[in-house]
């Protein structure tokens, strides 16, 4: 098990909770130029930001300073850094405010690495959702669980691996930043309730076998948060999914059915300064 003492768990605190927060600092850093600039930055965007920040950071770090550790708080962590802090990072646009932000160089930088191949390999919601649900298969169908609770490094692998999967499995479904690599709405559709139901069905799975040194009531309590958790969390996604396909859609068909306006002819001036209108001279017998 990993060590609880005081000074293990400050220095466990500190090397999984400083990341977060200098993300947290240099988003605000991006909020702060944009102010400065007369630009309006929504402030929902910020305290999205910081509230998957923080829930990543309580996710990485809570089951470590937690004693006894259980499955049950893993699970909470698991919910927390592969599905909930996901999409609150994703909707706070962090891609947009640093090409807002960073000077033109660097931002084109980095609008050169979005359109790279590598990147749009990774988002294609094909591999994303084989790094996301795969790697949670290979975590609760092996014994890989059971190693994570024994060694740090793995723990830190482990669950950076699960955040940074659920990032790309929610860019690839709901993407709010620039995205070059884009799928149609269709695809993006059929990949989420597929890998909700891939979900659900690794969660019945363990509800049914724990991984192994998982007591069975502690098992079943970690698979019904997965079950109902990730059930929220999915239809948080199914709305925005849904939300931006209305939208992208709607604008069109607004201006297809708008009705055109009738053009008025200039009118034409006499000889004599007068405004006249142009009539059809009467065809002849």
Avoid at 5 to 14: E, K, P
Wanted: aromatic letters at 8%; a positive charge.
């Amino acid at each position: 098990m990993h060590d609880h003492s005081a000074g293990g768990t400050s220095g466990i605190v500190l090397l999984f909770g400083l990341p977060f927060a200098l993300a947290a600092l240099l988003y605000c850093g991006g909020v702060g130029v944009q102010l400065r600039s007369g630009r309006r930055w929504p402030w929902y965007r910020t305290l999205s930001w910081l509230t998957g920040a923080g829930a990543a950071a309580f996710a990485f770090v809570g089951p470590l300073v937690s004693a006894p550790q259980g499955f049950v708080p893993h699970m909470w962590s698991h919910l927390l850094a592969g599905m909930l802090a996901p999409v609150l990072l994703v909707i706070a646009r962090p891609v947009t405010l640093a090409l807002r932000s960073l000077h033109v160089r660097r931002a084109r930088q980095i609008s050169r690495v979005l359109r790279s191949r590598p990147v749009g390999f990774l988002v294609s919601p094909a591999v994303a959702t084989l790094l996301n649900l795969g790697g949670m298969w290979a975590l609760y169908r092996t014994d890989l669980y059971e190693w994570m609770q024994v060694s740090l490094l793995l723990h830190l692998a482990v669950m950076t691996h699960v955040l940074f999967a659920g990032v790309l499995f929610t860019v690839a479904v709901i993407p709010f930043d620039p995205s070059p690599h884009r799928a149609s709405f269709p695809t993006r559709l059929l990949v989420l309730v597929a890998a909700l139901a891939a979900h659900n069905v690794l969660a019945k799975l363990i509800y049914a076998s724990p991984p192994d040194g998982v007591p069975v009531v502690d098992g079943r309590a970690g698979a019904l948060i997965m079950y109902y958790g990730g059930d929220v969390v999915d239809a948080v996604l199914l709305t925005v999914l849904c939300a931006q396909w209305y939208r992208q859609a709607g604008h069109p068909s607004r201006e297809r059915i708008r009705p055109a306006r009738r053009r008025r002819r200039p009118p034409v001036r006499s000889a004599r300064g007068r405004a006249t209108t142009t009539q059809r001279a009467p065809s002849g017998s």
